[in-house]
Antibody, heavy 123, light 107 residues
Framework: QVQLVESGGGVVQPGMSLRLSCATSGFTFSRYGIHWVRQAPGKGLEWLATITYDGNDKYYADAVKGRVAVSRDQSRNTVYLQLNGLRREDTAKYYC????????????????WGQGTTVTVSS | YEVTQSPSVSVSAGQTAAITCSGNALPLQYTYWFQKRSGQAPLLVIYKDRERPSGIPDRFSGSRSGTIATLTISEVQADDEADYFCQSVDSSGSYVVFGGGTKLVVL
């Protein structure tokens, strides 16, 4: 079955960096884009970034552009989200989700989600 | 670009709930709907405006008229109580947007 498993979260101090991973299985990884979405405590879902199926295109939310970078390793069926200059307001559960459309050059929507990894930014 | 949802909808068990999502680009881009329970990952309940994934009960349906997309849940059950989020993209297809979420309260 299709699975996405996030890892790499933890407690970090403001200003530090973190790299989250999204390990996938159960589908042809090279044909699907992957999204990163977060939910801060008591808040709604917030889209952060999308990487297309071939890694050639990356899309970022204005709120995090310049502080995050998405990448993928086709040989490991894994997508990464590099978070830099972390702030207290980055405290959230971070999810990766599969793009719902196959082999598309831009985002449409999500279908299958991972269970998330928690990032806490605190001194 | 933003899409807008009402903060909450309350319905009695057995009745029909309608959750709306408003956005200027919705006529140009598909809308997706997710159910989000506390402590759980979001679950896709409707994609491409009106399509239902396998395993989702046919009590869940989606539609769109102009700039408003609607998620309709018929014969609402206590287990349907959750937050529901709509998601789409802007007219350029470059930015993903989520609505603020609608809390469905089952009376």
């Amino acid at each position: 079955q299709v699975q996405l498993v996030e890892s790499g979260g933890g407690v970090v101090q403001p200003g530090m960096s973190l790299r989250l991973s999204c390990a996938t299985s159960g589908f042809t990884f090279s044909r699907y884009g992957i999204h990163w979405v977060r939910q801060a405590p008591g808040k709604g879902l917030e889209w952060l970034a999308t990487i297309t199926y071939d890694g050639n295109d990356k899309y970022y939310a204005d709120a995090v552009k310049g502080r995050v970078a998405v990448s993928r390793d086709q040989s490991r069926n894994t997508v990464y989200l590099q978070l830099n200059g972390l702030r207290r307001e980055d405290t959230a559960k971070y999810y990766c989700a599969r793009e719902a459309a196959i082999a598309t050059g831009r985002p449409y929507g999500m279908d299958v989600w991972g269970q998330g990894t928690t990032v806490t930014v605190s001194s | 670009y933003e899409v807008t949802q009402s903060p909450s909808v309350s319905v009695s068990a057995g009745q029909t709930a309608a959750i709306t999502c408003s956005g200027n680009a919705l006529p140009l881009q598909y809308t997706y709907w997710f159910q989000k329970r506390s402590g759980q990952a979001p679950l896709l309940v409707i994609y491409k405006d009106r399509e239902r994934p396998s395993g989702i009960p046919d009590r869940f349906s989606g539609s769109r008229s102009g700039t408003i997309a609607t998620l309709t849940i018929s014969e609402v059950q206590a287990d349907d109580e959750a937050d529901y989020f709509c998601q789409s993209v802007d007219s350029s297809g470059s930015y993903v947007v989520f609505g603020g979420g609608t809390k469905l309260v089952v009376l």
